[in-house]
């Protein structure tokens, strides 16, 4: 039986290891540096490169106006089926459906062209609805509600690796410096014939680089993940993580800021226009309480994500899967079937649907 060693264990490590484990044909190891682990005690300073703990982790509607766009459209649909079939069969999962609200200042065409037709029909966002300007914040131009998921991504990961290691998976706790030093380890399954370069990171790739982004972890509950682009190019928004995960309030997006240290008045900052825009979410008592700010680093590429085979020695192959910014959740079972796809086309097996 042919071994499989995925390399990273967030989100599309994760993914991609389950899907490969679904086809029943390769022996899967998971080699990672980083693990999930619970909110409580995970270090956000220590593992701040470790981005799945970090992300919003929710499903937003991107009307996709090129190729690449449309690639990402498709992997985000598939996503969310996987993701309703997981909250039916595994509601322990981390997954929540809900309503996802966008609010933007000064819409592009994309988005001044949509329909509630074409968006249900062309796009497939199902509940999709145009707000009227009543239902609009105040500087709110353009808005819309659609149906959409939201992750507690530390349950979430964690079930994951439980549910991947519970079918056979076995996981290898190592720092990596290269991934081709992977096809000389020892293994009890045996030798390494491809390798899933799930890392996150390029291994210099020169076109990959950071976005920082600070967000806020407040207790107030949430009832919709919330969307306002601003016309300044900044964002609010609020992403619940529920399963007493509390929500996020975001957040910024700085390319090339490895600064990992929280900023208290860009926490303010947070906090205030999120409560002028969605004021709900201060409840009863008028006021967020907060439990921690975080700091966290997207590996994002120019050019957008790489997913393609590398042949690197013989009969040897590296599949690369990274750079995919801040929508690692969105689009990550997308992600995983083409991964999936590119595996089976280098080993000459044909595909199945997923039995997740």
């Not at 390494?192 to 390029?202: E, H, L």
């Amino acid at each position: 039986m042919p071994h499989i060693v995925v390399l990273g264990a967030g989100v599309i490590g994760l993914s991609s290891a389950l899907r490969i484990q679904s086809e029943g044909e390769h022996a899967v190891t998971v080699v990672a540096r980083d693990f999930p682990a619970g909110s409580e005690t995970v270090d956000a300073r220590d593992q701040i490169n470790y981005t799945s703990p970090w992300g919003g982790a929710h499903n937003r509607l991107v009307p996709p106006t090129t190729p690449t766009e449309a690639r990402e459209h498709a992997m985000s649909l598939r996503t969310f089926d996987h993701m309703r079939a997981v909250r039916h069969r595994h509601p322990e999962a981390g997954v929540t459906f809900m309503k996802g609200i966008e609010y933007l200042e000064a819409p592009g065409e994309a988005y001044r062209a949509l329909t509630e037709e074409k968006a249900r029909k062309e796009l497939g966002m199902q509940g999709f609805r145009l707000l009227p300007s009543g239902e609009l914040p105040q500087g709110v131009t353009w808005g819309c509600e659609y149906d959409t998921w939201c992750v507690n991504p530390m349950v979430y990961c964690s079930y994951l690796l439980r549910r991947f290691a519970i079918l056979g998976g076995k996981v290898l706790r190592r720092e990596v410096r290269d991934p081709r030093e992977i096809f000389d380890w020892k293994f009890d399954v045996g030798p390494v014939s491809t390798v899933i370069n799930a890392s996150g990171n390029g291994f210099g790739d020169e076109n990959m680089f950071i976005t920082r982004g600070q967000t806020c972890l407040v207790a107030n509950p949430c009832a919709a993940t919330v969307t306002r682009q601003n016309a300044d190019g900044s964002w609010t928004f609020s992403v619940p993580r529920n399963f007493d995960g509390g929500t996020i309030i975001g957040g910024t997006k700085e390319p090339h800021n490895w600064d990992p240290n929280p900023s208290p008045e860009v926490r303010e900052e947070l906090l205030r226009k999120f409560a002028a825009t969605y004021p709900q979410i201060l409840g009863a008592e008028g006021k967020f309480t907060v439990m921690k700010d975080i700091v966290g680093r997207r590996p994002t590429r120019k050019g957008g994500m790489r997913l393609e085979a590398e042949k690197v020695d013989g009969s040897k192959r590296i599949i690369h899967a990274y750079g995919l910014g801040g929508r690692g959740y969105e689009l990550s079972w997308g992600v995983a079937d083409e991964v999936a796809g590119l595996l089976a086309g280098h080993s000459g097996s044909r595909l199945s649907n997923s039995k997740l």
